[in-house]
């Protein structure tokens, strides 16, 4: 990579660190980007409309708070960016700015702030879905994303994807609106190890897992009328669903089950802040990962439990074929009677549907950070970083 400044906007992060939440998956990506480049880069922390880049050792405390290293990460952060705002840090111009999180992008002043300072962005743009699937998203998360598209497009000097997937949607959409699209590249996420799992499975009973936040995209409704009528079926010998993620949006009807289905009560276990060392036990120990997503960008629970060697059930969607090939038992999102199906054979140890699948598990070799950053760093030497152009972004 050429010698430029490297800012790495941490605005995202910060702010959830503050408001003491987990990071999510899009946080890990970013987190890994701290963790790659914060030898040669500063913080870049935006708040009530000023932007001001760390100074060197303060953007070293704040990437230590940020990745975990600082006994008490809230102070180590409140204070260095106090700091900054008495010292009136400036920024950088020319320097190559890092927005890995999607931050910012859905208002038109940041492609100002970026002009003003010269900056060079290159972007992370984890998925499209608010486009491709509105239905599952936030009322007005279409018209945010598609200003966060159009600020990449017309600013970015370069454009970072997790998927071919993504990469193919990113195109269709700078086409379908008249835009030139900088160059992207596609570089898989690598997998942040999990810690070795704690002897002996979390709870007796046989249980499958599903890891993600609870959101009408994620499509738990499914797996609850599965689990629902596998109780009438099988009675006490139904094995356990644990949910593992916080309650998100669009989810009233799932809420209901959980909270009144009495069929569903002493079955289905809900985990909704389940640290690393949780959540590798709970999944070592699972009959399989349950992912029935109607989309995703990219599918990073089915990685980390093939990775695990756990098996895996889910939608046989594109990014997921893309990044975990066959092994997974793929079906129909919509597909209730085929998932009741395949949980009902996976929940038997000598089922050969199971079987064949850890047999070819041996075979997966998951993604590294390695490879990602390798593949990330001989592209940027390529890239000719020229500044953000005159009134870009701006049109909604």
């Known amino acids: 990579m050429p010698h430029h400044s490297v800012l790495i906007d941490v605005t995202r992060l910060a702010a959830r660190l503050l408001e ?3 990071p999510t998956g899009v946080d890990r990506v970013s987190l890994a980007y701290i963790a790659h480049f914060r030898p040669r880069a500063r913080a870049l922390v935006r708040h009530w409309g000023r932007w001001m880049a760390l100074s060197p050792a303060a953007s070293q405390r704040v ?6 290293e600082e006994r008490n990460p809230q102070f180590t952060l409140r204070s260095q960016v106090a700091q900054a705002l008495v010292l009136r840090w400036g920024l950088p111009s020319g320097a190559i700015l890092f927005n890995t999180g999607h931050s910012g992008l859905d208002h038109p002043l940041y492609a100002l702030k970026m002009q003003r300072h010269g900056l ?15 239905e599952y998203c936030r009322a007005g998360e279409v018209q945010r994303h598609r200003q966060r598209l159009l600020t990449m497009l017309h600013t970015g000097c370069g454009i970072i994807v ?3 997937d993504t990469a193919r949607a990113l195109l269709a959409f ?4 008249g835009l030139a699209c900088p160059p992207v590249l596609t570089a898989h996420l690598g997998l942040n190890p999990l810690p070795v799992a704690a002897d002996g499975a979390p709870i007796d009973s046989p249980y499958f897992v599903c890891v993600s936040t609870i959101e009408a995209r994620k499509n738990h409704l499914l797996l609850l009328h599965v689990w629902r009528d596998l109780v009438t079926r099988l009675g006490a010998a139904c094995p356990k669903l644990v949910l593992i993620g916080q309650r998100g949006w669009e989810c009233e009807q799932v809420v209901d089950l959980l909270e009144r289905c009495t069929p569903l009560r002493h079955v289905v276990i809900e985990l909704p802040d389940c640290t690393d060392a949780q959540l590798a036990r709970w999944l070592q120990h699972a009959r399989a990962l349950l992912m029935p997503s109607f989309a995703e960008g990219f599918g990073l629970p089915v990685i980390e439990a093939l990775a695990a060697r756990v098996p895996v059930i889910a939608s046989d969607l594109p990014a997921l074929r893309e990044v975990a090939g066959d092994l997974p038992h793929y079906l129909d999102p919509i597909d209730g009677i085929g998932w009741l199906e395949a949980v ?9 549907l199971l079987q064949r699948q850890i047999q070819r598990l041996d075979s997966f070799s998951p993604p590294t950070w390695s490879a990602h950053f390798d593949r990330v760093e001989a592209w940027l030497s390529g890239l000719r970083m020229t500044g953000v152009a005159e009134g870009a972004g701006l049109s909604a």
């Open 20 to 22: 003491g939440k987990r």
């Open 63 to 68: 990437f230590g708070a940020l990745l975990g």
């Open 120 to 134: 060079r962005p290159v972007y992370f743009l984890h998925d499209l879905i608010p486009l491709t699937h509105p």
């Open 162 to 164: 997790n998927s071919e």
């Open 174 to 177: 700078a086409q379908e609106n």
């Open 344 to 352: 009902r054979a996976f929940a038997s140890p000598e089922h050969p």
